[in-house]
């Protein structure tokens, strides 16, 4: 039939929005034997609605065209039924959506001037929730951190659970500092610190940087390097040929001769 012919219906959210989006609507519930055959023949199937519309929107939408008595949505929110309390406000609906003409809806909470904390619709629906799942860097960075706090404090508590358990078992944990040697018991364990490994690394750092300094003054001019590397090549080859002399008198030596 022709009154069950689909239609777009163009809709602006707002008298400033610059963008439409378009519904599709078409007769729904023209069986005239079922129960509450008159409200079934005012009712009108809507499809494709703007995120963030409610049944009180879909309501006051369609009030443009007649008196509704009913609006409800689908769960997915993206489709409902507006039920008209007479035939003439669906054919007034279907009428407009066939010439392909706009319908501006300014109210609800796509209405100019409404309540910054009320929940956006439309296209501002689609931004919002683009933005929610990206908090931006600096919720990012605090993420981060707190994540790093967290795994240092993690670190420090297994490493003091590892030094109770070494101070349990009756060894002494050995901790590197600077200074002099010193003993103290903290949670019953017994913790040196300083002595002989504090020594041991300044000494290796002051016999480092002794022969680091030596090497600077020895080698600070190019043609001193390659006499040195000279003088150690000579001195190589000087005992590659004694140690073949030697071996040589080795096999001479070791040489059986029974007759």
């Known amino acids: 039939?022709?009154?069950?012919?689909?239609?777009?219906?163009?809709?602006?959210?707002?008298?400033?929005?610059?963008?439409?989006?378009?519904?599709?609507?078409?007769?729904?519930?023209?069986?005239?034997?079922?129960?509450?055959a008159e409200n079934s023949a005012a009712a009108l199937f809507v499809s494709g609605l703007p995120l963030g519309v409610d049944e009180d929107a879909l309501r006051e939408l369609f009030e443009a065209f007649g008196a509704v008595s009913q609006a409800v949505l689908h769960p997915l929110k993206r489709s409902g039924i507006v039920v008209f309390r007479a035939e003439s406000g669906r054919a007034a609906a279907l009428k407009y959506a066939a010439r392909g003409q706009v319908l501006e809806f300014a109210g609800g909470r796509a209405a100019e001037g409404a309540d910054e904390e009320d929940e956006p619709a439309g296209v501002k629906a689609w931004v919002a929730e683009h933005k929610a799942a990206r908090p931006g860097n600096d919720v990012l960075q605090q993420q981060i951190d707190d994540w790093m706090d967290a795994h240092d404090a993690e670190q420090e508590r297994k490493a003091r659970e590892k030094q109770e358990a070494m101070g349990g078992d009756g060894w002494t944990v050995v901790v590197r500092a600077k200074g002099r040697k010193r003993t103290r018991e903290e949670g019953g364990v017994t913790v040196q610190t300083g002595g002989v490994a504090a020594s041991a690394a300044v000494a290796a750092a002051a016999a480092a940087a002794k022969e680091s300094q030596a090497d600077q003054r020895g080698d600070f001019y190019r043609f001193q390097r390659r006499e040195r590397r000279r003088n150690e090549l000579v001195e190589l080859r000087q005992r590659f040929d004694e140690d073949r002399k030697r071996l040589a008198q080795l096999k001479a030596a070791r040489n059986f001769r029974p007759y």
């Open 1 to 36: 039939m022709a009154s069950e012919k689909i239609h777009t219906l163009g809709l602006r959210l707002g008298h400033s929005n610059p963008f439409l989006q378009y519904l599709v609507v078409k007769p729904h519930g023209q069986s005239k034997n079922s129960a509450g």
